[in-house]
């Protein structure tokens, strides 16, 4: 298995754009993350999915903010309007079922000018 | 509140010496904790866990990790350090009453020296 997989791995827009980013999760795993990565932050979970149903989505800041699981094997964070301190790494994570380890992507470092 | 503290921003040591990085923990029920390692301009890899059993558990690179749940602790350790273990490291517990969440500590940069 190649892992979880995230695109693209650099992001560089304008803000007020409109930022899509992906993640493909290892397959057969039913629980998928999206964390974002800052310095003055550390580690935050943004959202949480169990067989493609959001489940916590509590740590999403802003309405601009929104992700979607079309299916098992997709899923997508949305950023729109984009502003300059949305700038992090955005990382997507994926586990099976039972209380296991989640495997990280190589992340996304999405960059807002 | 269910929360992760790592108490150090960073940890230093000499190749060769034993290493620990500190990990405490507060949350409802019985946790399942981690420990995660980050290389720079990666993702975070998987160390070990604890689940249940023997409150020592060991992991890759030659890591170990205590569990006590008197002092609510998890410490990652290793008998002898490397100058490639330097990177930055989490500790997390995942979180399942009420709700599910895999929640990481703030890190801690170890940094090895030769």
């Known amino acids: 298995d190649a892992g979880v997989i995230q695109s693209p791995r650099h992001e560089v827009t304008e803000m007020g754009q409109e930022v899509t980013l992906r993640c493909k999760p290892i397959?057969?795993?039913?629980?998928l993350f999206w964390y974002r990565q800052t310095m003055m932050r550390g580690l935050e979970l943004l959202i949480y999915?169990?067989?493609?149903?959001?489940?916590?989505d509590s740590g999403m800041p802003e309405d601009r903010f929104s992700a979607k699981m079309p299916n098992a094997s997709f899923s997508t964070l949305k950023i729109q309007p984009s502003e300059p301190r949305d700038s992090a790494v955005y990382f997507c994570?994926?586990?099976?079922?039972?209380?296991?380890?989640?495997?990280f992507g190589q992340g996304t470092r999405l960059t807002v000018v | 509140a269910q929360s992760v503290a790592q108490p150090e921003d960073q940890v230093n040591v000499a190749e060769g010496n034993p290493l620990t990085v500190k990990c405490t923990y507060s949350?409802?029920?019985?946790?399942?904790l981690f420990w995660y390692v980050q290389y720079p301009n990666r993702g975070l890899q998987f160390l070990l866990k604890?689940?249940?059993?023997?409150?020592l558990v060991k992991g890759s690179y030659g890591f170990e990790a205590e569990f006590n749940k008197s002092q609510t602790s998890f410490h990652l350790k290793k008998p002898s350090a490397l100058v490639s273990d330097s990177a930055l490291y989490f500790c997390?517990?995942?979180?399942?009453?009420?709700?599910?969440?895999?929640?990481f500590g703030t890190g801690t940069r170890l940094q090895v020296f030769p």
């Open positions: 994570a994926s586990s099976s079922a039972g209380g296991t380890e989640a495997f």
């Open positions: 397959s057969g795993h039913n629980s």
């Open positions: 999915f169990n067989n493609n149903v959001p489940i916590d």
């Open positions: 949350v409802s029920g019985n946790p399942y």
């Open positions: 604890y689940i249940t059993g023997d409150n």
């Open positions: 997390a517990v995942r979180v399942f009453y009420n709700t599910d969440k895999l929640i």
